[in-house]
């Protein structure tokens, strides 16, 4: 039974940083690809980072140079470092575990087959 667990939202100012982490269990990371998308009220949920079980990484227009995607094969966790916050970036922000073959789609959540619950995180301004 796959699970994932976010941890790390919290309030912070703007320009401010925060590290979120995503704990995985019963999945193997060298056959997915790991992403975290948020969901904003009132808007549909988007995508953010992932990354392959190869180390590849992908961005969001609008997080790229602020946030970085890591992971830790070791301890099954994925890790997004959220820096230069702004107030559009408040949000529930969720992770998600995508099943890899020749081809995958990092930025489509439909295609995601495991999701999160999602940690909270605010932008004061």
């Known amino acids: 039974q796959v699970q994932l667990v976010e941890s790390g939202g919290r309030l912070v100012q703007a320009g401010g940083s925060l590290s979120l982490s995503c704990a995985a269990s019963?999945?193997?990371?060298?056959?997915?690809?790991m992403g975290w998308f948020r969901q904003a009220p009132g808007k549909e949920r988007e995508f953010v980072a992932a990354?392959?079980?190869?180390?590849?990484?992908y961005y969001a227009d609008s997080v790229k140079g602020r946030f970085t995607i890591s992971k830790d094969g070791t301890k099954n966790a994925v890790f997004l470092q959220l820096n230069s916050l702004k107030p559009e970036d408040t949000a529930v922000y969720y992770c998600?575990?995508?099943?890899?073959?020749?081809?995958?789609?990092?930025?489509?959540?439909?295609?995601?087959?495991?999701w999160g619950q999602g940690t909270q995180v605010t932008v004061s301004s």
């Open positions: 019963g999945l193997t990371f060298s056959r997915y690809i």
């Open positions: 990354i392959h079980w190869s180390g590849a990484t």
């Open positions: 998600a575990a995508q099943v890899t073959g020749r081809v995958y789609y990092p930025d489509q959540s439909s295609k995601y087959d495991y």
